[in-house]
């Protein structure tokens, strides 16, 4: 059982270059999240979609864009890359619209931009 | 100020230590709350998670609530150093599904 899989799971970019973030979920769950985590500021929401077909924006999207491709995958995509969005990007899913049963994580996405 | 705080450390402690990891809260309407544990380079993974206020107990960990003053505790006994690890506390809105995150706690138990 797989869980959460993200890919790429490095990755350099140089400043104006854009690239997708994937994720895929096995477990049949509705509700799927981009957080990035930095130090000292925690876990950040980016994107949340509650349920195939819906996306939300989180507490900091700009800069950023995402597809709920099907119930599985969900993926984010830095159309212009900046310095400032040099971070680790966790993907999540849980089983519904109430976060009360906790999310699974991937393992991460550590993204550097020169 | 911040929905969720958390005192991000570091904590360093020897094995076999009573570690005690804190969070406060500024909504008085939550009603669900977490804590993660995410070992270096990895993801967070659910730890524990309590309703309402009262203590919860698996093992050697002890999440505790308390309502009244906005402030939540996990408690670890004869800590291990695979204990190791970040631990964040976590409050789901109840709407969406999003949890917000405290900074987290880094926990390093010496042998």
């Known amino acids: 059982n797989a869980g959460v899989t993200q890919t790429p799971k490095f990755q350099v970019l140089k400043t104006g270059q854009s690239m997708t973030l994937q994720c895929a979920q096995d477990?049949?769950?509705?509700?799927m999240y981009w957080y990035r985590q930095d130090p000292g500021m925690g876990l950040r929401l980016i994107y949340y979609s509650a349920s195939e077909g819906t996306t939300d924006k989180g507490e900091v999207p700009n800069g950023y864009n995402v597809s709920r491709l099907n119930k599985r995958e969900f993926s984010l995509r830095l159309e212009s890359a900046a310095p400032s969005q040099t971070s680790v990007y966790f993907c999540a899913s849980s089983e519904g619209v109430r976060a009360s049963y906790g999310y699974t994580f991937g393992s991460g996405t550590r993204l550097t931009v020169v | 100020q911040k929905e969720v705080e958390q005192d991000p450390g570091p904590l360093s402690v020897p094995e076999g230590a009573i570690v005690s990891l804190n969070c406060t809260y500024s909504n008085s309407a939550f009603q669900y709350f977490m804590w993660y544990r995410q070992y270096s380079r990895k993801g967070p993974e659910l730890l524990m998670y309590t309703y309402s206020s009262g203590n919860k107990e698996d093992g050697r960990f002890t999440a505790q609530v308390d309502k009244s003053s906005k402030y939540i505790s996990l408690f670890i006994r004869d800590s291990q150093p695979s204990d190791s690890a970040t631990y964040l506390c976590?409050?789901?809105?109840?709407?969406?599904?999003?949890?917000?995150f405290g900074q987290g706690t880094e926990l390093s138990v010496k042998p």
């Open positions: 477990m049949n769950h509705n509700s």
């Open positions: 976590a409050i789901p809105y109840n709407q969406g599904g999003k949890l917000i």
